[in-house]
Nanobody, 116 residues
Framework: QVQLVESGGGLVQPGGSLRLSCAAS????????MGWYRQAPGKQRELVAS????????NYGASVKGRFTISRDNAKNTMYLQMNNLEPEDTAVYYC?????????WGQGTQVTVSS
């Protein structure tokens, strides 16, 4: 059974930082491209960042470039998202995604709220 479990969300003030984690099980993690997506109320789900299996390449959404950093530890089957200088517009549910050819999996999401 495939499980992607996000953690690390919460309430933070503008300008603050959070680190999200996504722990994977039931897949050969090192084969999968991993990504973080987010969905704010009333908006479509959007890509935040993605990372290739060996971490050779990363990709970021325009609104988070320079503030967020994606990383992974294949030995721990875990992916991370370091989020700095958070803005109210970053408020959303953040989802972990794993894909390898036609296999695509999603986590349940973790809420991030940026508010004073």
């Amino acid at each position: 059974q495939v499980q992607l479990v996000e953690s690390g969300g919460g309430l933070v003030q503008p300008g603050g930082s959070l680190r999200l984690s996504c722990a994977a099980s039931g897949i050969v993690f090192r084969f999968y491209t991993m990504g973080w997506y987010r969905q704010a109320p009333g908006k479509q789900r959007e890509l935040v960042a993605s990372i290739t299996p060996t971490s050779a390449s990363t990709n970021y959404g325009a609104s988070v470039k320079g503030r967020f950093t994606i990383s992974r530890d294949n030995a721990k089957n875990t992916m991370y998202l370091q989020m700095n200088n958070l803005e109210p517009e970053d408020t959303a549910v953040y989802y972990c995604n794993a894909f390898y050819f036609s296999s695509v999996y999603w986590g349940q999401g973790t809420q991030v709220t940026v508010s004073s």
